[in-house]
């Protein structure tokens, strides 16, 4: 019998990337093995706001992900009660004008891409993907995100691994892909 971490090998990141000036301000970015322009699906771990990392919860993702030909990046943002909830969401906002800005070099279409996040890196994700101010702020503008915004939904498993229920979830994995 194989043991579980044989099935789900766990991915190294390519490379850390910084996104501020705070040491939590980094995430993980694992380019995967396709070449050219492909969608980034971007991770934001829970931890009820005060606890948590950006390889907690990653698990297999990043390996499922970048298999399947998808760019993935996992973020770290400030920790309550040093900043609070609104200031978490400008940090994933600044991580994902980060990884657009250098979207060219890294692979990444920038039209193509997904929030996903557990508990409250799902609570972040949703606040940044529909109030405007959190993007605008670092210069990423609503309009070049918008599709991205729309194309998040929690709990999505993409084809290739099991099959999604419901419309809602094969809209997501369509509007990534660009389906």
């Known amino acids: 019998m194989q043991k579980r971490s044989d099935q789900n090998p766990l ?15 980094t995430l993980d970015y694992y380019k995967g093995a396709t070449d050219g322009a492909r969608p980034l699906v971007i991770f934001i ?10 390889r907690s919860g990653t698990g297999a993702k990043a390996a499922f ?8 990046a996992s973020i770290n943002y400030r920790l309550v009660p040093k900043v609070d909830v609104a200031t978490q969401a ?10 657009r ?8 279409d920038p039209g193509r891409i997904a929030l996903i ?4 890196g799902a609570h972040l ?6 109030d405007t101010r959190y993007l605008e702020k670092p210069g990423c503008p609503w309009a070049a995100s918008a599709r991205s915004r729309c194309s998040m939904a929690p709990r999505t498993t993409c084809p290739g691994k099991s099959r999604p229920r419901g419309s809602r979830q094969r809209a997501v994995c369509q509007g990534v892909r660009g389906r």
């Open 90 to 99: 400008a940090d994933v906002a600044a991580a994902i004008a980060r990884l």
């Open 45 to 54: 771990h829970g931890g009820g706001w005060a606890i948590g990392d950006k």
């Open 65 to 72: 992900f970048t298999g399947h030909g998808y760019r993935y």
């Open 125 to 130: 994700a949703a606040l940044v993907a529909t």
């Open 11 to 25: 991915a190294t990141p390519d490379s850390t990337l910084r996104y501020g000036e705070d040491s939590l301000q």
């Open 117 to 120: 996040g557990h508990s409250a």
């Open 101 to 108: 800005a250098d979207a060219s070099a890294l692979g990444i």
